[in-house]
């Protein structure tokens, strides 16, 4: 397998590591790292004034009641994020812990900020997971392979040329350890290879493919089989047969 080559804040020591999530693109940022938890909670304490966070203090959500974040006033604390029985993408539900603010009648208000252990954040960033990317007009879905929901979800925009935010991307499974050892060889589109040993049964493999995995059948975008089929109906006509083997157009 080749060396590990991680990009800036995924330390190679095992430290703390405190992200926020990115609302342009849903996926972690790193703020800082850590050495210990004390470390951690005064180096919090100091972003969160210099931001002039402030919480809600009243039942009433709608109720125009803030609290600055007074770090002479207010505590932090960490809690453990709850374990989840199923697998999941989001980077945060494979966090350590998450920061609370505690404030001096004892209640706790979230920074929707987390803290990971650096060795746990780089293995849940860095596995290799199979994703089903679609389109609103379905026309180029197909399986990616990379790293997290969002990267793929771009990935597909990108190589079938939409715009970024017209591809969504689904958690389907990550990739068995066999494949992992290959590293970002494998990021983008999977052969047929890689898919059966995820465990896909191909029930058709020319255009447009159809792979049964994981109790569910999946539909290649029928674009490319559009084209192929304009294609082999010019091959056609000029006596060339139809060499992408697709079926001639009933008015043809």
């Given amino acids: ?7 800036p804040g995924f330390p190679a020591e095992n430290l703390l590591v405190v992200t926020e999530v990115d609302i342009d693109n849903c996926t972690p940022l790193v703020l800082g790292v850590f050495l210990s938890q004390d470390e951690l909670l005064a180096g919090i304490a100091t972003l969160l004034v210099e931001r002039r966070f402030s919480f809600s203090v009243a039942d009433d959500l709608e109720a125009d009641d803030y609290v600055t974040f007074d770090a002479d006033v207010h505590q932090l604390e960490l809690k453990p994020v709850p374990e989840h029985d199923e697998p999941a993408d989001d980077l945060d539900r ?4 998450e920061i609370f603010i505690v ?9 929707g900020l987390y803290v990971w252990d650096s060795e746990q954040k780089w293995a849940s960033y860095a596995s290799l ?4 990317c679609t389109t609103a007009d379905g026309d180029e879905d197909w399986f990616i392979v990379e790293h997290t929901l969002t990267r793929a979800a771009l990935h597909h925009a990108h190589a079938e040329g939409y715009d970024d935010d017209d591809a969504s991307a689904e958690f ?31 029930v058709r493999e020319e255009t447009p493919r159809v792979v ?9 975008g029928m674009l490319e089989h559009e084209i192929n089929k304009v294609h082999d109906d010019h091959f056609e006509a000029a006596n060339h047969g139809r060499p992408n083997r697709t079926r001639r157009s009933p008015s043809s």
């Fill in 1 to 7: 397998m080749p060396p590990t080559l991680r990009p």
């Fill in 94 to 97: 494979s966090a350590s812990s």
């Fill in 103 to 111: 404030t001096p009648d004892g209640s706790f208000q979230d920074t």
């Fill in 129 to 132: 997971k199979l994703y089903w």
């Fill in 172 to 202: 389907i499974m990550t990739l068995p350890e066999a494949l992992q050892s290959r590293g970002d060889d494998l990021l983008g589109w999977p052969d047929h290879d890689v898919l059966r040993d995820c465990g896909a049964k191909f």
């Fill in 212 to 220: 049964e995995l994981g109790g569910r059948t999946f539909a290649e």
